[in-house]
C-alpha cells in the first residue's frame, strides 16, 4: 500500500524543553493507523505540527507527496479536533456546507441526510451550533468527515463524549473509509478500541517513538494495555488504599 502520509526526523520544542524528538513514522493507504501515548507524551502537539497549526522547527511532513505546509497538501486531511472549537454562530448544516467549500467538495445531500439519520440529528442541524451539547459538537464533525472524505482524516478523541450508537456507527465508518483506501489516524487512550480496529500502532512517550505494532499481536499474552504499562513502567504494587 502507498505512503501517503510521511513524518521524518521532526522535533519540536517550547524553550528549552523538547515536547517531539525526531519522530519518525508513515501512514498507509487503507488503514488505520493509532497514536497512543500518555497525557503530555506529545500527540498533540504533532498533530498540529502535521496540519501546520505550529511552525515546524526541524524535520520533514508530507502528504502525498507534497509538504504539509502547501495547499494542496492540506485540502487532502482533515483534523477532527478533541475540543469543540467550532463556529456556534452557524447551524450545523451551514458549517458541513462550508467545510465542502473549503475542501472544493460537492455537499452531496443525500449522504448528508443518510449521514444525518445515522447520527440522529434529524431536525437539529439546522439549529445553531451554541444549542449543541459537546456530543452533538462531535457527531457534526464526524458527519462532514464522511461526507468530504479526506485522503486522510485525523480523530484526536472525537469519539469521547458520543453515545455508544454513535461510536459503533463511526467505527463501521471508519472501516469503510479504510476499504475506499482512505487513512484514518485515530488518536485515542482508548487502547481496547485501538486494538480492536486498528491496523499499526504508533506508540509515543515523553516525545519518541516507544514502538510500532502490528495488529493483531502474534503473541496471546500480549496487548496494547499491557505493552503500554511496559512503556511507563506501571508497577500495580505502587498503589494502595
Do not use: W
Not at 467549500?101 to 447520527?119: A, D, I, T
Amino acid at each position: 500500500m502507498q505512503n501517503i502520509l510521511k513524518i521524518k526526523d521532526v522535533s519540536f520544542g517550547y524553550g528549552k524543553f523538547d515536547v517531539l524528538k525526531n519522530i519518525s513514522f508513515y501512514g498507509k493507504r487503507g488503514e488505520i493507523l493509532v497514536l497512543a501515548g500518555p497525557n503530555g507524551s506529545g500527540k498533540t502537539t504533532l498533530i498540529k505540527l502535521i496540519f501546520d497549526l505550529l511552525h515546524r522547527e526541524r524535520g520533514e511532513i508530507y502528504i502525498k507527496g507534497k509538504d504539509n505546509r502547501e495547499i494542496e497538501a492540506k485540502k487532502r486531511i482533515m483534523y477532527l479536533q478533541s475540543d469543540n472549537l467550532l463556529p456556534v454562530f452557524l447551524t450545523g448544516e451551514e458549517y458541513i456546507k462550508l467545510m465542502c467549500k473549503m475542501y472544493e467538495h460537492r455537499f452531496e445531500k443525500s449522504l448528508y441526510l443518510q449521514l444525518v439519520e445515522y447520527y440522529e440529528m434529524k431536525g437539529i442541524t439546522d439549529h445553531l451550533m451554541e444549542e449543541y451539547s459537546h456530543g452533538m459538537m462531535k457527531k457534526i464533525q464526524l458527519i462532514s468527515a464522511f461526507l468530504i472524505q479526506p485522503d486522510i482524516i485525523i480523530i484526536d478523541e472525537t469519539l469521547n463524549g458520543i453515545d455508544i450508537k454513535a461510536k459503533e456507527i463511526s467505527i463501521i465508518l471508519m472501516k469503510k473509509m479504510r476499504k475506499k483506501g482512505k487513512l484514518v489516524l485515530l488518536c485515542t487512550h482508548d487502547l481496547l478500541l485501538a486494538e480492536q480496529i486498528g491496523n499499526r500502532v504508533e506508540l509515543i512517550n515523553n516525545g519518541n517513538i516507544f514502538a510500532e505494532i502490528t495488529l493483531p499481536f502474534e503473541e496471546e499474552d500480549k496487548s496494547l494495555v499491557s505493552t503500554f504499562k511496559e512503556m511507563i513502567k506501571f508497577e500495580e504494587s505502587k498503589y494502595e488504599l
